[in-house]
């Protein structure tokens, strides 16, 4: 007997039929005596038809209005969710995140989850009820509706599994859990058991698109056993590396001895952008990466190179998306700057070794470079961390790459 | 410059464009200096897909689901038109039912309203923003979402009205205002200019479905100046009577001399039902209203027979789909208190003659009852109230009977 938050996609929840799979899944949990919150979010395509609906009226449609106009898809899902428990004599209840009181600050399109009032959801559960909650959304002090962002289901799920100091919080996804790197890239990939999260967190913002960053961070931050885990999959109610278990997203204490390397994540949305020729002073930094932040451009990786002859080269990474706007900007700043050129590159990918383990030893990164090397892969940039060690190259080497530092590091073994 | 109350219907905001046009309309207003709050329904469709989508999981769902459900139509509409609003360069803030507090009961898909919080909306009005409210919706004192039943967007209108004291409430449908009778059975029916509350009472409750019969109520016992208008002209800023004013519903007392009949409003949609040789005993009415009554059917017209031999007969009226039901629950209802016989008739339909001018002027009913005699028209059942005159007729008589009664009564003349 536990007390469970469960969270469900889109995809999830994305017809009536997947809705009822839901509630008999739900069902077998309640049977085997375990208290259930649920999270939803929107029918797979809702989302996108409110969307067209909001451009159709405006292409830059008020961001209070749009949050109102959002918040609407998850909560047709709840009230679906929770009819369909109630017909089988599952007794639940739904709540909007205004209901449930999920306080988030003032930020519309990608609010902050400030606090989480329980009282309600603990009169629920003490009366046996299912508690079924909007993800996705919450409400700033005014009452005013906001949403979390795309994807910010996952989070409403953590943040809700905090506040209860739930034994579990469960994410239920198309796949069975978290792969040594994308199978359809490398067949071999195999599904960890387990996975720190701090690993999870540059597996997350690397671009393994099974869980929301922020949701990741907030895990870790209130110490949340999260698992990623099939809604296909039967529930299994044993413990061990079931398939059906999925992956456990863990804290490095738990482990006495980590794999060095745990994943390979790669992203192929990336775009880089160089400033030559900048004159060499201090603040020059953020007089370059100021403009390019206040646009709304969000920057992965920055180098700036050694400077020589009193100017310095700089160069990041943005989203492929964003990158002719960021260019643009950086074209006025090096006017602003007296910079020499401002040159880009849009075709290429970024490669990731993750592992904790790789803290402790040494020559992690000269093995990966010397396997890149030998394929007669040109690495663009290098940039590393306590735990991953990226590399950019060229758009055309990253499934070459990819396979190659997997079997090279030896992931497809147990 | 005015404060005014705006309520547009499904059709009114069923697309995207017609969403411009109220806009645009609002935008008129503003222009013209009048404050406005607008009172919006789901687009239309969009509450049959929910409702669909309710009834592929549950035939019967749950109560306070379905409200959770419902609600998000009208929460799409505040949100678009909002957006439109702002879009134009007029400031609008849209809030659910939840948000401006529209207090009702916890009866849930047909809530009563209880109060409203003006505070917020007050505060709206002086900085010079448009209000958009989603109607049909309120929030009980538990904080659940409650809708008020289908139409219910037009007493959310008045409901406002009144806690504003605004100067009128407009109610947006796509015909042009009130008519003496339905111009589809009666080319010459004739649009009024003004019609009293308690005539508009009656037509409203007798099938003429320009207004919700609550609203019309709410607005007589709060003094609301309510106007019927059509979506689709152009807005008159002129007084007098003027198409596009529509049909004003004013107090008796405003005017000297009443017109002694105003319309004939009528109902297709009645089923009546028979009850004989019931034992003539204390309470035997309730004996057999009560129990139709539980089973969630309403009544309309009533009629016992007096008693002869120690038995009577006992006549009402249903709407048409809740007869079989009905005749159910009365065929217990006879054995139990050993009557003789049910006998019911599901093809009959109810003509009424309403004004207020007759509560003054004999003869009215009479003039009525010989009219249709010279017609060869059957009068099934009558039943009178101080303005208005119903006869239950086979329906194959509407027509003939409604143009009859229009002509003789001289309505088509102003």
Not at 226 to 235: G, Y
């Amino acid at each position: 007997m536990a007390l469970i938050v469960q969270k469900f996609g889109g995809t999830s929840v994305g017809t009536v039929e997947r809705i009822e799979n839901v509630a008999d899944r739900i069902g077998l949990f309640r049977k085997h005596g375990d208290d259930i919150v649920v999270v939803v979010s929107a029918m797979s395509g809702e989302t996108n038809r409110l969307v067209k609906l909001a451009h159709s009226i405006d292409e830059k449609p008020e961001a209070r209005e749009y949050d109102v106009l959002l918040s609407t898809g998850e909560q047709v899902t709840i009230a679906l969710l929770s009819m369909a428990l109630n017909k089988r004599g599952i007794k639940a209840r739904s709540y909007t995140g205004t209901q449930v009181h999920i306080l988030t600050d003032s930020t519309h399109n990608k609010a902050r989850i400030l606090s989480i009032e329980e009282k309600k959801m603990r009169t629920d559960l003490n009366e046996g009820r299912v508690i079924v909650v909007a993800g996705f959304q919450g409400v700033d002090e005014f009452g005013n509706i906001t949403t979390l962002g795309r994807g910010g289901s996952d989070t409403t799920a953590v943040a809700l599994a905090a506040a209860l100091k739930a034994d579990e919080c469960q994410i239920y996804t198309d796949v069975d859990g978290v792969y040594t790197t994308d199978p359809r890239v490398v067949p071999e990939a195999r599904r960890l058991d387990k996975i720190t999260f701090e690993e999870m967190l540059e597996m997350a913002s690397l671009g393994s698109k099974v869980l929301q960053i922020r949701a990741v961070e907030f895990a870790g931050k209130y110490n949340v056993p999260l698992r990623v885990l099939s809604s296909f999959d039967e529930p299994s109610f044993d413990d061990g590396d079931d398939a059906a278990n999925g992956t456990l997203i863990t804290y490095e204490e738990d482990e006495m001895e980590q794999a060095l390397i745990s994943g390979i994540a790669f992203n192929r949305d990336e775009a880089k952008l160089t400033i030559l020729g900048v004159p060499d002073k201090p603040g020059v930094a953020y007089s370059i990466l100021g403009p390019v932040g206040d646009s709304n451009v969000e920057i992965d990786m920055i180098i700036q190179n050694i400077s020589a002859d009193g100017t310095t080269d700089f160069t990041f990474t943005v989203h492929r998306n964003d990158f002719t706007q960021a260019k643009e900007v950086l074209r006025q700043v090096a006017d602003e700057l007296g910079a020499r050129e401002v040159v880009g590159d849009d075709k290429i990918v970024k490669i990731s070794l993750v592992g904790v383990g790789m803290r402790s030893h040494a020559g992690i990164a000269s093995k990966m470079f010397k396997t890149l090397a030998e394929e007669g892969i040109n690495i663009n940039m290098i940039s590393t961390s306590e735990i991953k060690i990226s590399v950019v190259v060229d758009e055309k080497y990253l499934e070459l790459g990819v396979r190659t530092l997997h079997s090279a590091f030896g992931l497809e073994q147990n």
